[in-house]
């Protein structure tokens, strides 16, 4: 199977990642919460939900929020790792993060 995740921030501003079973089953579903956590942390994120749960599609979402496109063009290992860890995190072949309408779609 090949996973695909595309972060969007915007027309003309999307960033593909693919990814083989194989270079996946390098890491786990729970090694990626534990960096997302992390990343959350380390960006200072604000929840999106005022009651403070915060769910792993909101830590994905903010997280490229607030790395910003930057991270996407100039750091590659970054990018690379926020890609497959989304993957592993979402367990879906296709994901699309849009920063800009801050929605997930598979």
Not at 86 to 91: E, R, S, V
Request: with cysteine.
């Amino acid at each position: 199977m090949l996973y695909h995740v595309i972060v969007s921030f915007g027309k003309d501003k999307q960033y593909q990642f693919r990814f083989s079973q194989a270079e996946l089953s390098e890491s786990s579903p729970e090694e990626a919460r534990r960096w997302f956590d992390k990343e959350f942390s380390e960006l200072k994120c604000e929840p999106s939900n005022p009651v403070g749960k915060v769910l792993i599609i909101d830590k994905i979402l903010n997280i490229a929020r607030y790395g910003g496109e930057q991270r996407f063009i100039d750091g590659k290992m970054w990018a690379t790792q926020f890609a497959r860890y989304t993957a592993l995190a979402l367990g879906r072949d296709t994901i699309r993060v849009d920063v800009e309408a801050f929605n997930i779609g598979y």
